[in-house]
């Protein structure tokens, strides 16, 4: 069964950090852009890091600087470093397989004031 999995969510305060995990079927991850995506209670999902195949990273303004998305293609994983935490980054994360449009189950990251 094709699936994504994630791992690494948890609680942590303010300034601190955290590693993201999506683990992916090979077939998927070889040509898929990956995504990491967020949603807060209330608001839209949104888009957090991307990767290319070939490796090239976009990120949204709110987390410049702090957050690096990195793929293995050997392990056909692709990971999300967050560093300097705010409280505004609590949120359920998601991994996504962008060009078949398939989603894991999220993991929750909340971050404490």
């Known amino acids: 069964q094709v699936q994504l999995v994630e791992s690494g969510g948890g609680l942590v305060q303010a300034g601190g950090s955290l590693r993201l995990s999506c683990a992916a079927s090979r077939t998927i991850f070889s040509f898929n852009t990956m995504g990491w995506y967020r949603q807060a209670p209330g608001k839209q999902r949104e888009l957090v890091a991307s990767?290319?195949?070939?490796?090239?990273?976009n990120y949204a303004d709110s987390v410049k600087g702090r957050f690096t998305i990195s793929r293995d293609n050997a392990k056909s994983t692709v990971d999300l470093q967050m560093n300097s935490l705010k409280f505004e980054d609590t949120a359920v994360y998601y991994c996504?397989?962008?060009?078949?449009?398939?989603w894991g189950q999220g993991t929750q990251v909340t971050v404490s004031s």
């Open positions: 990767i290319t195949t070939g490796g090239r990273t």
């Open positions: 996504k397989a962008h060009n078949v449009g398939l």
